[in-house]
């Protein structure tokens, strides 16, 4: 083996490759899955835009964490689901950050688990318009921007929802499943201005979305229970997450794009 490598430039790990000089904005990303990709983009080195909705705190610790680890970070509230906040969220960032290279589109809000029957219309605008549009949004608001930067990236966080797409689901379903519509047609649209479009699309993950539907489902409280029954004796954690999106906007990922990688597993045992 070293003589294999004895001459070649193998590359780093996404912890050893550095976003120094990148900006990246994460939407959602004060809590969860967002806060874990906004701390592991930060200890890369990349700037980071956290977009919250309501839940200032969060953001703010999230802000706080990074920033005492010497890192540099910046919590912006607005809807992504709103246009025109979301668009001076965009302005402000650029403005007090730098044009965004890496574009995480993770916020998302749970459907009630009913059926189409029983779906309140008011609900379902609000789920699709939160994943799909405002993944619309921020994609149409940053890429201009983009498309001037050496590398651009975006991430849509997903959901392996939209593989069994089951019963009672509806909108998440159709929320999640337009958000990868547009990031295929994104990567095709934007592998001209060096602009990669991934997809990451997690299975259950111990977060509060992902407790609240446990505790509704099957009246369990505490997720480590089932450690047991999961793949590699755990519930995947939000890092977990994390580390696959890391590596999608590192240097270490040269020719992925329009390409949805499932971080579950493999699957149900």
């Known amino acids: 083996m070293g003589s294999f490598l004895r001459g070649a430039n193998p590359s780093r790990s996404p912890a050893e490759g550095s976003l120094k000089g990148r900006v990246a904005l994460v939407s959602g990303g004060g809590r969860g899955i967002g806060r874990a990709i906004s701390l592991a983009l930060a200890a890369d080195g990349a700037a980071v835009a956290i977009n919250y909705r309501r839940d200032e705190d969060a953001a703010r610790d999230t802000v706080e964490t990074i920033e005492a680890e010497g890192g540099t970070a910046r919590m912006y509230a ?9 668009a001076e969220m965009a302005a402000l960032v650029e403005d007090e950050l730098g044009p965004v290279g890496i574009l995480v589109n993770n916020a998302g809000i749970a459907s009630r688990g009913l059926s189409v029957v029983d779906t309140d219309p008011a609900e379902l605008r609000r789920v699709v318009a939160t994943h799909a549009f405002g993944s619309h949004y921020l994609a149409k608001l940053v890429v201009p921007g983009m498309r001037q930067l050496d590398r651009g990236d975006i991430v849509m966080i997903s959901s392996t ?71 590699f004796g755990k519930v995947c954690q939000p890092e977990d ?29």
């Not at 479009?197 to 009246?219: D, H, Q, S, W």
């Open 161 to 231: 929802a939209t593989r069994g797409l089951a019963a009672n689901g509806a909108p998440y379903n159709m929320a999640k499943s337009a958000m990868e519509s547009l990031a295929v047609t994104l990567s095709k649209e934007e592998r001209a201005h060096g602009i990669r479009v991934n997809i990451v699309a997690p299975g259950l993950v111990e977060t509060e979305m992902g407790r609240r539907l446990v505790k509704a489902t099957a009246g369990i409280t505490n997720m480590r229970v089932l450690d047991t029954s999961m793949p």
């Open 78 to 86: 607005a809807p992504v689901d709103d246009f025109d906040r979301t």
């Open 241 to 269: 997450v994390a580390n696959v999106v890391r590596f999608l906007v590192s240097d270490n990922n040269t020719y992925l794009t329009g390409e949805k990688i499932y971080c579950d597993g493999g699957g149900p045992l």
